[in-house]
């Protein structure tokens, strides 16, 4: 027994330091995982300020490369700036490190932006074409006054004094006039409400006369010989059909005749017959009526017969003159002389077909000549120019390849106007520019729809049968029978010298010629990719930005770059972009003259990595 | 029945010698301390880190607030006392106030402010000038221009964000 207590009391005196060892452990491994996690939160909390840091800078950065082009002057209508930054190696815009890259489809290009705080990078990116293509603009008038109403999208501007229409006009995109805003029939500017801006007193705008018919014509894919007029028929299957006619004409041709012509007189001997007078029995020629029956003839005075005129001859005793001799006498002779003149007469020659063509319907069509129809389904992207007038003939409208329409009801007024959920727009546009008019055939669909954006350098785009002055006075022309239609339905932007006139009322309001109704829808899809050739302003135009958390080079969204300036074919048409990346190089330092005056200058960017997109993950 | 110790057993369970005593609280106090430091540091930590956190969401929607805004032009009047308060306040009303309204020269001070309800309080600031390299002058490259600003968000005088905004295309 003895023994087992002194045992047991050896044993408890033994285990206090070890216990205070476990315990002091213990708590040592709690305070480390709490400072751990502490640290962790601490990390994640800096790398989430130095990420939004970093956002901001490369914001900024963008910010400045955008002033540098919004500022660029042109030449040969590409932006200097993008230019000079394409040619430089890294592509840096200037005095920024914003990368530049074509991004593919004609004059758009990618900036790139990146910022690194504290090891943590920020990115930010946007596309931005070097010109702001002319479908920016719903609505341009150069010459005339311009009335609009309603909540139409897209630019809008009249050198002259822009009119607005009607209550609870809503206008999202600038809006501007050169000599004023005028509120007429209910608007007032109360209740007329501008988002995009307006501008009551913009300076004139020279955007028609600038329009360079001659690089059109360089760049066309086809042109249609000199003096033809020409029918254009877009087709569902991708094609344009081109009927080229020889107009009639009238011609003129000479033809050679000779005659006397009077020269001198002289006076000289003329030998003269002498007469003397018998009498004798000489035939005289008489005439009668006599009646005839049977046949009919329209002076007939009867249906039996008819009166007739009928001559013989009848021997009479009469005192005639009869030649007995000649004698010499001396007299004034008129002397003629004989002249070959050339006489010139005209004939007028009917029109004729002189060719038919099949072409794809892309690229630059280009008629010297008018287009005298203009009609059909069009499954491409297409720019007609014409040194002439263009007439609307009949329905013109986008399709895709399942023959879907761009709109719904484009021929049914009672139906809203609407766009088809079913078209599929892969590059649809039609590009129409023309020096003369561009007329919506009065004889055309009493429901017409046009899509295609339209610009008149000189003339009007209206209906046929309108004729407008060069004081904006308009009035029926006389041309074609005054005809009320029912309804114009138009997708896409319209430009033109003189004010668009498409109906034309009396004093009383009673519509007489022209279209009941009207619904034009801004295409401002064609922002991105214009049709081909289409004129642009010099003025970049952007799309949304980009922002990215990710940094470069890795997934999760990160932006990317494709490192050499070029397009990578491989990377899809604009904004759809994100994802798989490649990094293929390391991005040199910027020669930036700016930076941000605290602790993580621009300087760190040259740890950044460049990205080559391979790869695109789906919408 | 009862049992009575012997003289060795007594002293064995007579108890800790002073110098046990004085080991085991020296190694308690030891422990407790530490573990009582490193809650409070890691305690700290965490209250900074919170801190640091609402800063950075805060200074992100300001900036959002400075970019919504219209850019402006030179000739816009200075920013008054109202704008300012309908700019920051607590809803999506951003008012009249231009970026161009709100510049100041370089080295001064810009429009300063607190908010309401911000649990950590102090003073917000936001400086908006030309000098985009932010080192007192508006003589360098792109600098003094009307259409390029610097914008700053500092907080107790520290700078937590900046950006440079350009006008936008008329």
């Known amino acids: ?619 | 029945m009862r049992t009575r110790l012997t003289g060795t057993r007594r002293r064995r369970w007579r108890g800790f010698t002073l110098v046990e005593v004085m080991l085991v609280t020296s190694m308690m106090m030891t422990i407790l301390a530490t573990f009582a430091v490193g809650i409070r540091a890691g305690h700290a930590a965490t209250e900074e880190m919170q801190r640091r956190s609402v800063l950075t969401v805060m200074s992100g929607d300001l900036m959002d607030r400075l970019y919504q805004i219209n850019f402006g032009t030179v000739a816009d009047p200075d920013a008054s006392e109202e704008q300012l308060t309908e700019l920051f306040d607590d809803d999506d009303v951003l008012g009249s106030i231009s970026l161009s309204s709100m510049r100041v020269a370089p080295g001064v001070p810009g429009h300063s402010f607190q908010l309401a309800n911000f649990e950590y309080g102090g003073n917000w600031e936001v400086r908006v000038t030309g000098d985009l390299n932010n080192d007192g002058d508006e003589d360098d490259s792109l600098e003094g221009r009307e259409d390029l600003m610097r914008i700053d968000i500092l907080y107790n005088g520290s700078l937590v964000l900046e950006t440079i905004r350009t006008a936008p295309l008329s």
């Not at chain 1, 028929?233 to 041709?253: G, N, V």
């Open chain 1, 1 to 619: 027994m003895t023994t087992h207590h002194l045992t047991s009391v050896n044993k408890q005196r033994g285990s206090v330091l070890p216990i205070c060892l476990v315990m002091a452990a213990g708590v040592g491994a709690m305070v480390s995982t709490y400072l751990g996690r502490a640290l962790v939160e601490q990390n994640r909390v800096i790398k989430k300020a130095s990420i939004e840091r970093a956002q901001w800078r490369s914001i900024g950065q963008l910010e400045v490369s955008k002033n540098q082009i919004n500022n660029s002057t042109y030449t040969d209508g590409k932006n200097d700036i993008i230019q000079q930054a394409l040619l430089s190696d890294p592509p840096f815009i200037p005095g920024t490190p914003v990368i530049v890259e074509e991004v593919g489809p004609e004059r758009w290009y990618r900036l790139v932006s990146v910022a690194v705080v504290n090891g943590h990078v920020g990115s930010t990116m946007t596309y931005v074409r070097d010109g702001t293509s002319y479908v920016a603009y719903n609505y341009y008038v150069e010459r005339h006054n311009l009335g609009i109403s309603g909540s139409p999208r897209g630019k809008v501007h009249s050198n002259r004094t822009l009119e607005f229409f009607f209550s609870d006009g809503l206008y999202q995109d600038p809006v501007s006039a050169s000599e004023g805003f005028l509120y007429l029939n209910g608007a007032t500017p109360d209740n007329t409400l501008f988002l995009g801006g307006a501008d009551p007193v913009c300076g004139t705008k020279d955007l028609l006369t600038t329009i360079d018919f001659d690089k059109l014509k360089t760049d066309a894919i086809y042109q249609a010989a000199p003096g033809l007029e020409a029918e254009v028929t877009f087709t569902a299957d991708k094609q344009a059909r081109i009927d080229l006619y020889e107009p009639p004409s009238t011609i003129s041709y000479s033809v050679q005749t000779t005659k006397s012509v009077y020269d001198h007189s002289e006076f000289q001997l003329v030998t003269k017959t002498k007469y003397t007078y018998q009498w004798r029995w000489v035939d005289v020629q008489k005439s009668r009526l006599v009646w005839v029956e049977g046949s009919q003839e329209v002076s007939a005075q009867s249906t039996d017969g008819y009166w007739q005129t009928e001559t013989y001859v009848e021997k009479e005793f009469k005192l005639v003159a009869v030649p007995s001799g000649t004698y010499v006498q001396w007299e004034w002779v008129d002397i003629y002389t004989t002249v070959v003149e050339e006489e010139w007469f005209t004939t007028t020659i009917p029109e004729s077909l002189v060719s038919t063509e099949i072409r794809d319907s892309n690229g630059i069509f280009y008629f010297e000549g008018r287009i005298r129809s203009l009609k059909g389904e069009l499954n491409g992207k297409v720019t007609l120019v014409s040194d002439s007038s263009v007439k609307v003939t009949d329905n013109l409208v986008y399709v895709d390849d399942d023959g879907d329409s761009a709109f719904l009801n484009g021929a049914d007024p009672s139906q809203d106007y609407l766009p088809n959920p079913d078209f599929q727009r892969l590059g649809h546009g039609l590009g129409i520019v023309a020096k003369g008019d561009i007329l919506y055939s009065a004889s055309g669909p009493g429901s017409f729809e046009v899509n295609a954006s339209m610009i008149s350098t000189d003339g009007v785009v209206g209906l046929e049968g309108i004729s407008v002055d060069d004081d904006g006075n308009f009035a029926l022309d006389g041309t074609v029978t005054a005809t009320p239609l029912e309804s114009l339905r138009r997708f896409g932007s319209l430009m033109s010298a003189k004010r668009p006139i498409s109906s034309l009322v009396d004093a009383a309001g009673n519509l007489l010629h022209g279209f009941q109704e009207g619904d034009s829808e801004y295409d401002g899809g064609m922002m991105s990719t214009p049709p081909p050739g289409f004129p642009s302003e010099p003025m970049p135009y952007y799309l949304a930005s980009f922002i990215s958390k990710a940094g470069l080079g890795g997934g999760d969204g990160g932006l990317t770059y494709a490192g050499t300036g070029v397009w990578d074919p491989q990377m899809n048409p604009l904004v759809e972009e994100t994802a798989l990346v490649e990094v293929i190089e390391f991005m040199d330092d910027s020669d930036t003259d700016f930076d941000w005056g605290s602790e993580n200058t621009l300087d760190s960017l040259k740890e950044c990595r460049i990205a080559k997109v391979v790869g695109l993950a789906a919408e």
